[in-house]
Every structure is written in C-alpha cells, then in structure tokens.
C-alpha cells in the first residue's frame, strides 16, 4: 500500500524538470538503456533463467536519489518464482467481459510486483487477435477492439495504482514466428479504426509506458517508427508517459529510434550504447529529444506510490480467490443438449459416477513458456481432476489419460457420465523466437571480451549465418509458436469418436489460447465446455461449473468459424502481409459465413432475455450515447449475463463492416430477477476514420444499434439519425 498520499501531477513535474537540470549529459544517455551489460545480462538468462529470478533495473541514478524502474513480466500474473498468483491469462479474461474483474486483477498482480521489489509490469497486452492461430493469442482479450480496449484500459487502472503499466506492443504484432522479419502493410483508416484504439484507450486510462514492438509496419520497424511512437502516440493522443522497446532485439537504428521517439532500450545496453553518445556530439541526436525522452522516464518515476509492500500479498487468500472468480466467469458453455428426452446434460450430480478421460486433466495447464510463464510454488495449482474430486462424492470420480483407447473406452462404459479433458498446451502454441533472425541484431553487439575484439565481426556473421538455418519451430521447453493446425489433434479427435460410441453422455472440457476448430466431432456430443488455460484455481472453477454450484458465464471473445478458409490468410514466416478491415465476425458477416460459435456466444443454466432498450444522444462538449436495457433471468438458478450493443452503420460514404461492437455490461442476476443496466459509449466507437482529413466522422444516416446476446443475435433494435459529424483526431 502507499505510505504517501498520492502526489500531485504539478508538483511531479516541477520535481522531474529539477532533476533533469541537475543530470550530466552522460547520465541522461544512460537513462536511455537498461542498468545491465549486455553479455552478463545474457549470461544471465542462459544460467540462471533470470527473467523467473529477479526483476530487470533501469533508470537508477543513487546520488540524486532516483531509485529508478525494476522491470517484470506478466500476463497472467508476476513471472518471478516465490509464490506469485497464476491467473488465467487475458484470453480467458477476455471471455469474462468484465472491467471490473480486470481492474482488480490488474491492482492484484502490481501489489504483488511490489512485493519482489518490482514496480514497473508488463501486464496489459492488447494486441488484436487477427487470426487464432496466433501463438500468443492466450495473451491478448480478444478480436474487437473495443473489447480489448474496455479490459486493457481496465487492467492499466489498476497496475497504475501501485507499480507502472507497460502496454504491449505497439503495434500491429500479430504474428510470432516472423515477428522479427515481418512488415505489416496497413491503411490509415484500418490502423486508427482497427488496430490502435485500444491502446488509445490504455493511454487515456493513464499507462505509464508503452512497448513497441518488433515488426515493421509500412515498411518501418515499430521501435523506430516517427508515425507510430511520435505522430500518433505523443502528438494525437497526448501520451506523457516513455516508450520502452521490446526486449533485447527491440531496436535496430539507436539513432533514428531516439528520433522517431523511443526513450528506453531493455532490458541492457546495447544498441543506444553504440552510437547516442557520438551522435549526441555531432547533433544527430538533438539535445532536446534526449531530455524530453529523459523527462518523461523522471516523470513516471517519480508517480509511482512509495511504501512497502509485504511478501504475504503473493497467493493471498484474497487474491486466488480472485484467480478463482476469473476462472468460473471466464468458462464458456458452448453446447449443452439432452442425451435423451429430459434436461441438458449439464449440470452433472456429483454423487453419480464419472470418468475423466485426458492428460490434461491431470496436469497443471497454465499455458505457453515464453516471457508470460509464470512459476507456482508446488502443489498450488488445483488440477481438473483435483477439483472434480474435491466437489464430487467420494469414490465418484475415475481418471485415466486416454492414450490407450481400449482403457478409456472401458472407462467410459462404465461411468454414468464422461468428462474429456482435450485440447492445446504449450508444445502446440505460444512465444516463439527464430534463432536466424535475431543474429544481424547480435553483429551490431560488441564483443563479450575486448580481447575478442579483432576478431569479433567474423565470429558475429560466422553465428548469424549457422542462426539462420534455424528451426522455425524449436521445440523444447520455448514454446512451439504459430498454429497453422486449428483442429485438435488426430489422437484427441479419435478419442473423442470412441468415447461418445462408448457412452453419449459425453462433455468435452476444451483447454487451450487460440480458437479450435470443431466439426469433425462437435455434432456428435452433447455438451461443449471452453476452460482455457484457467490458472492455479481452474479446477476448482470447472468442478463449480459442471456439478452446477455456478452457471457458466463466459463470452467467447472471438469467433469460431466452420472452416479455416473462413479466416484471414496466415503464413506464420511471412515477410510482408497485409492487414485490412477484415478477419473475425466481420469477415464472417461479410462473406456470409455463420460461425459455429459467434463472437460474444455462451450459453447459461439460466434462461436470460432482454426488453426495453433505448438510447439517446446526451449534450455537452464530449457528446456520448448514453444507452438503458433490461436483462431478465427467467430461470431457476442465479446467473450472470452478458448485455452486448452493436451499431450497424449506414455505410454509405464507404464499405464497412455490417455489425460491430461498440458496448458491453456484464449483470449479475437472481432466478426470476431483472436488471436494468446502462451504458455510456463514446460517439468515436461508431465513426469512420477520414484519411483525406485525418479525423474521424461520424457518418450521416440511420445507425442501427443493436442490443444483443452475441454477434449474430437479432436482439432488440433502435434506430437513430444523425447529420455528419466531426469527432476529431
């Protein structure tokens, strides 16, 4: 907690501009790089696996007092061992739909931070997921913007109480195994309607820091990009706060990235190193961009709360209660039908007999091994199977792992009902680094030795040549990358086929980042839960959920489509792509492809409806919708619900997408209760992006807004016209 009332933004300024007076110009380029020499920071990671042992130091400065920033990774909670919360990652909070939860969660991990010593986290990752088989797609919300902004804003409100929010990567990093190769070639329009309103949203929420990331975009990498890091983020949305680069590979010009307006290399010194200091002397490197880059770290520095922050806040009964609640909003029902005439499968009785078939069952499936990893102390996490037995009479829960068929088919014929545990772990998704890639970085580093110095270049291109015939895909324990196979795999899916022959009161438990593809199985079984990867408290959730302690509430949050044809295309080493208005529900709804699963789809043991909805334009100089509905639970069991509002605009100026999302609540409701929720949606989130004006405009016409349970629900219309309109930058 702070020991100190919050500091006045006046005040932290007038500080920070002392401070910057009194520093060397040596000690300002310094403030420039991460506190570590390159080689024994790299030496390091490969001994001492130091990402999971110690935070990551920058900006300190002792004889002025600056203590500086202490750097640590994520996600899904703080990746340093020492008993640290595992949450379930943004896509499974993503399929929560619920800024509250987020707010907490994102308040919960930072004070964890603190407690390591860190203050400065990496938590609020809102790249959008343009193609499911992303490898990193566990850690982002989702495929709409305004999904992605709503939570990442939310998680940036909480980590800025009490450490620094560093939002990630900016932008356009949607593709992992080429993220070091890859220029993304993009509109105007598509990047300011598409693919950046999110992170205005985090800035606006009040981030501290932004991370650029490795890719080009329109033919410029992003840690060097004047468009990306100044003209947008700093002049258009008014960002106070510094730009870090990703880490270690983050930059390949020092110069031109201090210029474009990149203002801290990480985690070592490395590039920046290399060339500020001459340029600073020569002037290609103005004097004034090397303070404003230096103020804006002051500033930010001097923000964050002081105190201490003890170690017992780390696996808090209140915060893996909080892991817990995540898990159980963040389920997916997406199938529950009856076996025979009667009631849906699911609920499950816990006094009856079931067999769990799955090795994931019995595992602890967190997720991918890249810089999101975190480490639970033993024992921690609650399995499937430890949380099925936990919540089902004793004696009544069977397991095997299902890689012998006849034992499991055996099993199954035996049991009353059959839960499967399939689906993806880190071996088939997550971070990737190609090893060829990264060495034309490494030639630019100096020798780990002076006395290798002579000979230094040709070992560097003699390593960067070997490098690149690397594997695009590794293996071992750094994550396997792209999926470029959206089905389970063949094993799991004859599994399936055998178990339903077997016995039809069948569930399948889906884990997993990324969407998984279904028709050669989905038909054939009554009942279809999405647990994702659900943290340490995941099987206590999933037990809630199956023996109906708790209706599932989750949300997909992105589409599921019948066909991968349906999907963008995606090369996982492409060179060069393109990226438009189309991948999601709105290619779905353009091409006139239902889903299997639309966006915004799940299903509930309660029985939810909507009535009245209104809407209004409410006065004023920031001019917002200001919406009302009513949603009903007509069932017999308490439920919560998930209010969706679509606009549906005239699209007479230019193409645009049929049906997007522009505003979402989340309402808790008691059997035979009623709600009314309302909300307030900023007029920008219906506009189109102006490239001749560089502004966005709300079009004139009749906009329809639909408020729905998902993409493709009919739900309840009104109707509303408006004149064009100028909404501004």
């Given at each position: 907690m702070p020991a100190s009332p919050e500091v006045g933004a006046e005040t932290i300024e007038g500080r920070a501009h002392e401070l910057l007076a009194q520093l060397s110009s040596a000690e300002k380029l310094a403030l420039l790089e991460g506190d570590t020499d390159f080689w024994p920071g790299m030496v390091d990671i490969a001994s001492r696996d130091a990402s999971h042992v110690h935070p990551w130091p920058a900006g300190a400065v002792p004889r002025l007092g600056l203590a500086g920033l202490r750097f640590v990774d994520g996600p899904r909670g703080v990746v340093l061992k020492g008993g640290a919360t595992t949450f379930p990652p943004p896509i499974a909070r993503g399929a929560c739909w619920d800024a509250d939860l987020e707010e907490r969660i994102g308040e919960a991990m930072a004070r964890e931070a603190r407690s390591f010593g860190a203050n400065w986290l990496a938590a609020v990752c809102v790249n959008l997921l343009r193609h499911p088989g992303w490898g990193r797609a566990q850690e982002t919300?989702?495929?709409?913007?305004?999904?992605?902004?709503?939570?990442?804003?939310?998680?940036?409100?909480?980590?800025?109480?009490?450490?620094?929010?560093?939002?990630?990567?900016?932008?356009?990093?949607?593709?992992?195994?080429?993220?070091?190769?890859?220029?993304?070639?993009?509109?105007?329009?598509?990047?300011?309607?598409?693919?950046?309103?999110?992170?205005?949203?985090?800035?606006?929420?009040?981030?501290?820091?932004?991370?650029?990331?490795?890719?080009?975009?329109?033919?410029?990498?992003?840690?060097?990009?004047?468009?990306?890091?100044?003209?947008?983020?700093?002049?258009?949305?008014?960002?106070?706060?510094?730009?870090?680069?990703?880490?270690?590979?983050?930059?390949?010009?020092?110069?031109?990235?201090?210029?474009?307006?990149?203002?801290?290399?990480?985690?070592?010194?490395?590039?920046?190193?290399?060339?500020?200091?001459?340029?600073?002397?020569?002037?290609?490197?103005?004097?004034?961009?090397?303070?404003?880059?230096?103020?804006?770290?002051?500033?930010?520095?001097?923000?964050?709360?002081?105190?201490?922050y003890?170690?017992?806040?780390?696996?808090?009964?209140?915060?893996?209660?909080?892991?817990?609640?995540?898990?159980?909003?963040?389920?997916?029902?997406?199938?529950?039908?009856?076996?025979?005439?009667?009631?849906?499968?699911?609920?499950?009785?816990?006094?009856?007999?079931?067999?769990?078939?799955?090795?994931l069952a019995a595992v602890a499936n967190l997720g991918d091994r890249g810089s999101s990893d975190t480490r639970p102390e033993p024992g921690v996490v609650v399995t499937p199977l430890e949380g099925l037995r936990a919540a089902a009479a004793p004696g009544a829960v069977h397991h095997v792992s299902g890689e012998r068929l006849p034992e499991a088919v055996a099993l199954a014929a035996a049991c009353e009902s059959v839960l499967l545990v399939l689906g993806l772990d880190w071996r088939l998704e997550g971070e990737h680094i190609h090893p060829g890639d990264i060495a034309p970085i490494l030639r630019q580093m100096p020798p780990p030795h002076p006395l290798l110095r002579r000979w230094w270049p040709p070992v560097a291109r003699a390593i960067a040549a070997i490098t690149s015939y690397g594997s695009a895909r590794q293996g071992g324990d750094f994550a396997a990358g792209d999926r470029t196979q959206l089905e389970l795999p063949a094993e799991q899916v004859a599994l399936i086929e055998a178990v339903v022959a077997a016995n039809p009161r069948t569930v399948v438990v889906l884990m997993g980042g990324g969407a998984i593809l279904m028709e050669a199985w989905r038909r054939a079984v009554p009942a279809i839960l999405l647990l994702w990867y659900p943290g340490e408290r995941g099987g206590e959730a999933l037990a809630d959920v199956v023996f109906g302690a708790v209706s599932p509430s989750g949300r997909l949050p992105f589409a599921i489509p019948t066909s991968a044809d349906h999907l963008p295309p995606f090369e996982p080493r492409a060179r060069q792509v393109r990226y438009d208005l189309w991948h999601g529900y709105r290619r779905l709804q353009r091409d006139g492809h239902p889903a299997a699963f639309p966006f915004g789809f799940g299903l509930s043991y309660g029985a939810l409806r909507l009535s009245d909805a209104q809407a209004e334009l409410s006065p004023g100089s920031h001019p917002a919708l200001r919406l009302a509905v009513t949603l009903h639970n007509d069932?017999?069991?308490?439920?919560?619900?998930?209010?969706?509002?679509?606009?549906?605009?005239?699209?007479?100026?230019?193409?645009?997408?049929?049906?997007?999302?522009?505003?979402?609540?989340?309402?808790?409701?008691?059997?035979?209760?009623?709600?009314?929720?309302?909300?307030?949606?900023?007029?920008?989130?219906?506009?189109?992006?102006?490239?001749?004006?560089?502004?966005?405009?709300?079009?004139?016409?009749?906009?329809?807004?639909?408020?729905?349970?998902?993409?493709?629900?009919?739900?309840?219309?009104?109707e509303l016209v408006w004149a064009a309109t100028d909404l501004g930058p």
């Amino acid at each position: 907690m702070p020991a100190s009332p919050e500091v006045g933004a006046e005040t932290i300024e007038g500080r920070a501009h002392e401070l910057l007076a009194q520093l060397s110009s040596a000690e300002k380029l310094a403030l420039l790089e991460g506190d570590t020499d390159f080689w024994p920071g790299m030496v390091d990671i490969a001994s001492r696996d130091a990402s999971h042992v110690h935070p990551w130091p920058a900006g300190a400065v002792p004889r002025l007092g600056l203590a500086g920033l202490r750097f640590v990774d994520g996600p899904r909670g703080v990746v340093l061992k020492g008993g640290a919360t595992t949450f379930p990652p943004p896509i499974a909070r993503g399929a929560c739909w619920d800024a509250d939860l987020e707010e907490r969660i994102g308040e919960a991990m930072a004070r964890e931070a603190r407690s390591f010593g860190a203050n400065w986290l990496a938590a609020v990752c809102v790249n959008l997921l343009r193609h499911p088989g992303w490898g990193r797609a566990q850690e982002t919300y989702g495929e709409d913007p305004v999904l992605l902004g709503a939570l990442g804003a939310a998680c940036t409100r909480g980590i800025q109480r009490h450490a620094v929010a560093c939002v990630k990567h900016f932008a356009l990093n949607s593709i992992d195994s080429s993220r070091f190769l890859v220029d993304v070639q993009v509109s105007e329009r598509v990047l300011h309607e598409l693919y950046l309103p999110h992170f205005r949203a985090c800035v606006e929420a009040g981030a501290g820091s932004v991370m650029s990331a490795y890719n080009q975009v329109n033919g410029e990498w992003c840690g060097q990009h004047p468009g990306l890091l100044t003209a947008i983020l700093k002049q258009r949305w008014g960002f106070r706060g510094f730009v870090v680069t990703d880490f270690i590979f983050g930059v390949r010009d020092g110069v031109a990235a201090v210029r474009a307006g990149q203002d801290l290399e990480m985690p070592f010194r490395m590039i920046f190193a290399g060339g500020l200091e001459e340029a600073l002397a020569d002037g290609r490197l103005p004097l004034d961009r090397l303070d404003d880059a230096v103020l804006r770290q002051l500033r930010v520095q001097l923000a964050v709360p002081e105190g201490s922050y003890p170690v017992s806040l780390r696996g808090s009964p209140e915060h893996r209660a909080l892991a817990k609640e995540a898990a159980c909003k963040a389920i997916v029902l997406l199938k529950n039908e009856a076996v025979s005439p009667g009631s849906p499968l699911l609920p499950l009785d816990p006094c009856r007999s079931l067999a769990v078939i799955g090795r994931l069952a019995a595992v602890a499936n967190l997720g991918d091994r890249g810089s999101s990893d975190t480490r639970p102390e033993p024992g921690v996490v609650v399995t499937p199977l430890e949380g099925l037995r936990a919540a089902a009479a004793p004696g009544a829960v069977h397991h095997v792992s299902g890689e012998r068929l006849p034992e499991a088919v055996a099993l199954a014929a035996a049991c009353e009902s059959v839960l499967l545990v399939l689906g993806l772990d880190w071996r088939l998704e997550g971070e990737h680094i190609h090893p060829g890639d990264i060495a034309p970085i490494l030639r630019q580093m100096p020798p780990p030795h002076p006395l290798l110095r002579r000979w230094w270049p040709p070992v560097a291109r003699a390593i960067a040549a070997i490098t690149s015939y690397g594997s695009a895909r590794q293996g071992g324990d750094f994550a396997a990358g792209d999926r470029t196979q959206l089905e389970l795999p063949a094993e799991q899916v004859a599994l399936i086929e055998a178990v339903v022959a077997a016995n039809p009161r069948t569930v399948v438990v889906l884990m997993g980042g990324g969407a998984i593809l279904m028709e050669a199985w989905r038909r054939a079984v009554p009942a279809i839960l999405l647990l994702w990867y659900p943290g340490e408290r995941g099987g206590e959730a999933l037990a809630d959920v199956v023996f109906g302690a708790v209706s599932p509430s989750g949300r997909l949050p992105f589409a599921i489509p019948t066909s991968a044809d349906h999907l963008p295309p995606f090369e996982p080493r492409a060179r060069q792509v393109r990226y438009d208005l189309w991948h999601g529900y709105r290619r779905l709804q353009r091409d006139g492809h239902p889903a299997a699963f639309p966006f915004g789809f799940g299903l509930s043991y309660g029985a939810l409806r909507l009535s009245d909805a209104q809407a209004e334009l409410s006065p004023g100089s920031h001019p917002a919708l200001r919406l009302a509905v009513t949603l009903h639970n007509d069932g017999a069991m308490a439920s919560d619900g998930v209010v969706q509002v679509y606009v549906e605009p005239p699209g007479l100026v230019l193409e645009r997408p049929r049906r997007t999302l522009v505003g979402f609540g989340r309402v808790s409701l008691e059997p035979g209760g009623c709600q009314r929720l309302r909300l307030a949606i900023p007029l920008r989130r219906l506009a189109y992006f102006d490239q001749a004006t560089s502004r966005f405009w709300l079009e004139a016409g009749t906009h329809r807004l639909r408020f729905a349970q998902h993409s493709e629900d009919a739900g309840l219309l009104v109707e509303l016209v408006w004149a064009a309109t100028d909404l501004g930058p």
